[in-house]
């Protein structure tokens, strides 16, 4: 979506093909938006882990035999996952800004 208008041969162009421009302006808005889904995930996740934590007592021997705690590890995974792809997602969107497009 964004290589291809200042590469579309062996060499490089110094602009993007005409025609091809809306390519880093979708890709901005699509990397936004894929932040703010991620965000909402791992706040969604965190609620939830927030609400099932106490759960069960025990250690973790105990809590595997009968099979509680797994609520709280899928949400504590989800929350820190939905955090972690947020960032991700946030540093190639600074990327995306701070490089020219076909760096020309």
Known sequence: MTSWPCFPSAIR???????????????????????????????????????????????HDALAEIGHGRTRFVALWGAYLGAGFALATLVTLAGFLLVPQCLG
């Open 13 to 59: 162009r110094t602009a993007p093909l005409a025609g091809y421009d809306w390519a880093r302006t979708g890709a901005v808005i699509l990397l936004a938006v894929c932040a703010v889904l991620a965000a909402i995930a791992g706040a969604t996740a965190w609620r939830h882990f927030r609400r099932v934590r106490d759960e069960a007592s025990g250690g």
